[in-house]
């Protein structure tokens, strides 16, 4: 047996589930905690307060999605938060956290799957996915370097055509990124 698929039947045996759901007030605390706490997995480490956070996601061309991990051991609640902003035909990665705690179990790939996804459903060509480094956030530029996104001319920057399906991880259970969900910050 290889250690690739000694690693890939361990996530399996995880039986990890992977939820997104729509930034709401239920979970915009904890969701402006990782926000604002979180530095190792943060695509650009940007701080909000809750407040701040509230009026980016009532921008025009938005939308906010909060990660939920579980496996079969137990909960982790709500580890990731994923941000997302339209322009024209590109859709730009805003924000992409996740928790330490769940880092290297495929939730990363997850997201930036999710991300794809979104952007297709939203009718844009490209996801990009600036990347601001800081002292602390080397992990998430390393994923970034090996997740097959191509690594954009100029600073820090991160390209996959939408055409293209990105690779969503089998070892994970998936759910929550349709576009018809609505729970939203307004009717909060």
Not at 105 to 114: G, H, L, N, S
Not at 135 to 150: A, R, V, W
Not at 165 to 185: C, D, K, N, Q
Request: glycine share 10%; with cysteine.
């Amino acid at each position: 047996m290889t250690q690739s698929a000694s690693i890939e039947e361990w996530l399996e045996s995880l039986a990890t589930r992977v939820r997104f759901s729509r930034l709401d007030s239920a979970n915009l605390p904890r969701a402006a905690e990782l926000l604002n706490k979180t530095n190792q997995f943060n695509l650009r480490t940007r701080r909000l307060t809750e407040a701040e956070l509230r009026a980016w996601v009532g921008g025009s061309g938005r939308e906010m999605w909060v990660v939920h991990v579980s496996d079969r051991f137990g909960d982790a609640g709500l580890v990731g938060i994923l941000g997302l902003e339209w322009g024209g035909a590109t859709a730009t990665l805003v924000d992409c956290v996740l928790s330490c705690r769940v880092l290297g179990r495929q939730v990363e790939e997850a997201m930036v799957w999710a991300a794809v996804e979104r952007a297709r459903d939203g009718g844009a060509q490209r996801l990009v996915a600036p990347f601001f480094p800081t002292p602390k956030n080397k992990p998430c530029l390393d994923f970034l370097l090996k997740s097959g996104l191509e690594h954009g001319k100029g600073a820090d920057s991160f390209v996959w055509e939408a055409e293209r399906r990105y690779p969503r991880p089998r070892a994970l259970r998936i759910e929550g990124t349709a576009l018809g969900e609505e729970a939203s910050l307004h009717h909060a």
